[in-house]
């Protein structure tokens, strides 16, 4: 199963909306089809916005067919759609800055080196995730205790990423090691990434996954069945405070007022250091028929009043450890996000 792949002629994705009941690819051929899969949640998760909006500028270049100076005003055009699209996870701008500043150092060669450098950035990009979340699950399966039962939400999974994982590619490494007994999965109202996506993604790996809803979480963790919280993010400030899928912070709180641990897991591209806290982070707000209807069907009425934010935002002292393909941030994150930040600049420096 492979979230994303770059084709001769397009990104072919994997249609998550159609999860469970379909394993179905699409192949998207302008950078237009791309931002219209980012906005309908086909590809979702920070990590595979991040690089699915990459293969949107290589496919832009690719499909352009003007000249040099018109194809800076196409890739420039082709960014702003893919940045308009969703605004929480910071992965995606990440990734389309780093997608120009391969053009702006290349825009001098020939038009065919320059698709060819692109091309090879994003695909780059797609490898590197996967080896960043190899490390992260590899730094977190650490932290689990022996026998750990794991809650979690929403679907930070090889399907959010481009392979393994982060809350659950620390899952799956822990569980490779003998030290996962079960998962609880959070359903994830309105969207349901938990029940169609993270128990899918588990059954097909053989691990252990209970389905709950949303509101049985505090029931879970008061009766002693829950060890630890592992969830992924959208976006991390300076000083800890995280966005991730709406209903994080609710199990953060839960968490807290039963001593269990909370852990985030998260490659350093969903760290904006340009954000002091929280309060700055652009919250997505979606459809309110996402609420009114469960799988197409309505359950209130057609213009009931609703309020849909897809993310929310944990304080960084609800967190016990932030964990990254550079290391494991501890309280203070201030700190402690600066220290990773910095040693990730020295290990670039070495290469
Ligand atoms: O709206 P989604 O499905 O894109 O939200 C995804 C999440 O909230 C994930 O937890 C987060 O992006 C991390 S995915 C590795």
């Not at 379909?22 to 899969?37: D, M």
């Given at each position: 199963?492979?979230?994303?792949?770059?084709?001769?002629?397009?990104?072919?994705?994997?249609?998550?909306?159609?999860l469970?009941?379909?394993?179905?690819?699409?192949?998207?051929?302008?950078?237009?089809?791309?931002?219209?899969?980012?906005?309908?949640?086909?590809?979702?998760?920070?990590?595979?916005?991040?690089?699915?909006?990459?293969?949107?500028?290589?496919?832009?270049?690719?499909?352009?067919?003007?000249?040099?100076?018109?194809?800076?005003?196409?890739?420039?055009?082709?960014?702003?759609?893919?940045?308009?699209?969703?605004?929480?996870?910071?992965?995606?701008?990440?990734?389309?800055?780093?997608?120009?500043?391969?053009?702006?150092?290349?825009?001098?060669?020939?038009l065919?080196?320059?698709?060819?450098r692109?091309?090879?950035?994003?695909?780059?990009?797609?490898?590197?995730d996967?080896?960043?979340?190899?490390?992260?699950?590899?730094?977190?399966?650490?932290?689990?205790?022996?026998?750990?039962?794991?809650?979690?939400?929403?679907?930070?999974?090889?399907?959010?990423?481009?392979?393994?994982?982060?809350?659950?590619?620390?899952?799956?490494?822990?569980?490779s090691?003998?030290?996962?007994?079960?998962?609880?999965?959070?359903?994830?109202?309105?969207?349901?990434?938990?029940?169609?996506?993270?128990?899918?993604?588990?059954?097909?790996?053989?691990?252990?996954?209970?389905?709950?809803?949303d509101?049985?979480?505090?029931?879970?963790?008061?009766?002693?069945q829950?060890?630890?919280?592992?969830?992924?993010?959208?976006?991390?400030?300076?000083?800890?405070?995280?966005?991730?899928?709406?209903?994080?912070?609710?199990?953060?709180?839960?968490?807290?007022?039963?001593r269990?641990?909370?852990?985030?897991?998260?490659?350093?591209?969903?760290?904006?250091?340009?954000?002091?806290?929280?309060?700055?982070?652009?919250?997505?707000?979606?459809?309110?028929?996402?609420?009114?209807?469960?799988?197409?069907?309505l359950?209130?009425?057609?213009?009931?009043?609703?309020?849909?934010?897809?993310?929310?935002?944990?304080?960084?002292?609800?967190?016990?450890?932030?964990?990254?393909?550079?290391?494991?941030?501890?309280p203070?994150?201030?700190?402690?996000?600066?220290?990773?930040?910095?040693?990730?600049?020295?290990?670039?420096?070495?290469?």
């Amino acid at each position: 199963m492979k979230s994303i792949e770059w084709r001769e002629n397009g990104v072919r994705i994997l249609d998550q909306t159609r999860l469970p009941g379909e394993v179905r690819y699409r192949l998207l051929s302008s950078v237009e089809e791309v931002a219209e899969a980012i906005k309908r949640l086909e590809v979702r998760g920070a990590p595979l916005i991040g690089v699915t909006a990459a293969y949107g500028i290589a496919l832009a270049a690719v499909k352009h067919t003007g000249d040099r100076e018109s194809l800076k005003n196409e890739l420039i055009r082709s960014s702003e759609i893919l940045v308009n699209t969703r605004p929480t996870a910071v992965n995606l701008r990440w990734a389309v800055e780093r997608m120009m500043q391969v053009y702006h150092a290349s825009s001098h060669l020939e038009l065919d080196a320059i698709r060819e450098r692109l091309v090879a950035e994003a695909r780059r990009m797609e490898e590197e995730d996967l080896h960043q979340n190899m490390r992260i699950g590899e730094l977190g399966a650490d932290l689990l205790p022996e026998d750990a039962r794991v809650l979690t939400i929403c679907n930070a999974g090889a399907l959010a990423t481009c392979g393994h994982g982060t809350a659950l590619g620390l899952v799956r490494s822990a569980f490779s090691r003998g030290r996962v007994k079960k998962v609880w999965a959070c359903e994830t109202r309105p969207v349901l990434q938990g029940s169609r996506l993270t128990v899918w993604e588990l059954a097909e790996d053989e691990i252990p996954v209970t389905l709950i809803t949303d509101n049985m979480a505090g029931y879970v963790m008061r009766s002693g069945q829950v060890d630890v919280v592992v969830t992924g993010a959208d976006r991390i400030a300076a000083n800890g405070d995280t966005a991730n899928k709406i209903g994080t912070y609710g199990l953060a709180v839960l968490a807290h007022h039963h001593r269990i641990p909370f852990i985030v897991a998260a490659p350093f591209s969903s760290i904006d250091l340009s954000i002091p806290d929280g309060e700055k982070i652009p919250i997505e707000f979606r459809d309110p028929d996402e609420v009114r209807k469960v799988g197409g069907l309505l359950i209130t009425l057609p213009e009931a009043e609703v309020l849909n934010p897809a993310f929310d935002v944990t304080p960084g002292e609800l967190i016990t450890a932030i964990v990254t393909e550079r290391g494991v941030a501890r309280p203070p994150y201030l700190s402690s996000l600066a220290n990773l930040n910095k040693k990730g600049r020295e290990e670039s420096y070495e290469l």
